[in-house]
């Protein structure tokens, strides 16, 4: 039970910052996006 709570919460966690990734590279204008990569 614990297992599956904990991974439930990095799961969660995850898709959080792929979230925010997500956002910031659709707000961002695209050529300031490419140039921190």
Not at 8 to 35: A, D, E, W
């Amino acid at each position: 039970m614990m297992w599956e709570l904990l991974q439930i919460t990095i799961l969660r966690t995850n898709s959080k910052i792929v979230g925010t990734h997500t956002c910031r590279k659709f707000f961002q204008p695209p050529n300031s996006r490419y140039l921190a990569t």
